[in-house]
């Protein structure tokens, strides 16, 4: 099968959108697909099979910035795109988002599917814009969600038949990291996965370590990520200082080395997200995690079973949630057993067969 796959943000930028199309594409050219993705970036890709559509342009919104675009240059390319690949199938992600993913979509001959993956308490944008957004919806032959938190965030502005398929992992890769990287301080570690930023709960991170770092003398935050947010460490005392590693933005292969050396994993985000793959990938390396009690993370983690999940924005119940797993050797070892088990659910090996009984579906019924 041919299949154009069309991711609507910044080839390059990390994020969830990004990493499951560039895996979900290497699964389908293994399974002998003919594969061609078409992303917006500002260099050009290390895949082949990637082509650059488009220059990003950098949109904040709701506490983050989405790295889109949206142009007439960008719409020409995708149709040129498109003619020459001539795909049977195109996989379209968030073609509610004003770029590459939305213009495929409007050009699109071949059928369509689309990945929704954006959770929000609310969006009076999307409200407003819904009458032009169903009729992007009435091009689309058959919708995924990645969670019912993203399906019932995209029912609010579409009226459209959802599959929940959650995104997919490599969890070997997380399963059987290697040897830890070295250079990393002694003691018992924290790890810090994603961007810096409020929505990811960085600063409740910091000021749940200045209390854990009272009791626990050995501990460690290990933080993997970039954003900007990263200047609110210059808050953060001396000693507590000397005890933070800023790694920056680290590769996405290289983290499997880090989860290694990791004894829990925290995620502090405050909300707007659909679904947890930083936790999946914890879970599937074995480390212990602690998250916020939100919407998409609830439907990774159960509270109690692979991890403990904490009300969002709150740096002392996360301080003591993070102490019970250090103190408690039973039930590190309980958390990290079920994590393994839950992050195999997640694995490509059960995602992709779901995904392509969608293909197959959508093309015979076309």
């Known amino acids: 099968m041919r299949i154009l796959l069309v991711c609507p943000y910044a080839w390059e930028a990390p994020g969830g959108v990004q990493l499951h199309v560039r895996e979900l594409a290497e699964q389908l050219r293994i399974r002998d697909h003919e594969v061609q993705v078409l992303a917006p970036g500002e260099r050009r890709p290390p895949e082949p099979w990637v082509r650059i559509v488009g220059r990003p342009v950098r949109i904040p919104y709701r506490g983050t910035v989405a790295p889109i675009s949206f142009s007439w240059r960008s719409w020409r390319r995708v ?8 795909p049977d199938l195109v996989h379209a992600h968030e073609p509610l988002t004003p770029s590459t993913s939305m213009l495929a979509v409007r050009a699109a001959t071949a059928p369509v599917v689309a990945t929704f993956h954006a959770f929000l308490d609310r969006s009076r944008l999307m409200e407003v814009a819904s009458p032009v957004l169903r009729t992007i919806s009435r091009r689309i032959d058959a919708a995924i969600a990645v969670s019912d938190a993203a399906a019932g965030f995209v029912r609010r502005a579409i009226d459209v038949e959802l599959e929940i398929i959650p995104n997919g992992l490599d969890v070997e890769r997380f399963a059987h990291p290697g040897a830890a990287p070295n250079g990393l301080p002694e003691g018992r570690r924290l790890l810090w996965v994603g961007r810096l930023d409020p929505q990811k709960g960085f600063g409740v991170m910091l000021q749940a370590f200045a209390l854990l770092a009272r009791e626990h003398p050995d501990l460690r935050l290990v933080v993997a990520g970039d954003g900007r947010d990263r200047h ?135």
């Not at 149709?79 to 001539?86: I, K, L, N, P, T």
């Not at 005890?243 to 985000?269: Q, T």
């Open 79 to 86: 149709g040129d795109a498109m003619r020459r690949f001539h």
């Open 232 to 366: 609110a460490i210059d808050g953060v005392s001396e000693a507590d200082r000397a005890r933070i590693v800023m790694l920056g933005a680290v590769p996405h292969d290289d983290l499997p080395s880090h989860h290694a050396a990791a004894d829990v994993f925290v995620a502090p985000a405050t909300g707007q997200e659909s679904f947890g793959y930083v936790l999946v990938e914890a879970m599937a390396a074995g480390v212990p995690v602690v998250a916020s009690d939100i919407a998409g993370y609830r439907e990774v983690v159960r509270t109690g079973i692979e991890g403990l999940l904490v009300p969002p924005g709150d740096p002392v119940t996360l301080a003591e949630a993070v102490t019970r797993v250090l103190s408690d050797p039973v039930l590190a070892a309980r958390l990290s057993e079920a994590g393994r088990a839950r992050a195999a659910v997640f694995g490509w090996d059960h995602i992709v067969p779901r995904i392509e009984a969608v293909y197959h579906r959508v093309i015979e019924t076309r």
